[in-house]
């Protein structure tokens, strides 16, 4: 959830309610209605958030091995398209 930026305002939302919830779960409703509801409050896909979510960690740790480990993913190969990383990011890595 974005912490800075235009959709921070829904991630303080969240954060609130969750510190207030006393419930085993923090919203009462089905998938498809919580997908309706990031839909209109957002303007975004059902699954825009996990996307960025993962295009972030395989950004930062440079492997969709390591990433699909961390998020629980099978097949690496369905997420290695979110790497946009090019060779001069192991440039350090290479003169060793």
């Not at 498809?32 to 990031?38: F, K, L, S």
Request: charged share 25%.
């Amino acid at each position: 959830m974005p912490r800075v930026g235009s959709l921070s305002k829904f991630t303080d939302i969240i954060l609130d309610y969750y510190e207030a919830c006393t419930s085993d779960r923090l919203f009462s409703f089905n998938r498809q209605r919580a997908w309706q509801i990031v839909n209109h409050m957002t303007g975004k896909w059902c699954h825009y958030f996990r996307s960025q979510k993962i295009s972030d960690t395989i950004n930062r740790i440079r492997s969709s091995d390591a990433t699909s480990k961390i998020l629980g993913i099978k097949n690496p190969q369905t997420i290695s398209h979110y790497y946009k990383g090019t060779w001069e990011d192991f440039k350090e890595e290479l003169k060793k």
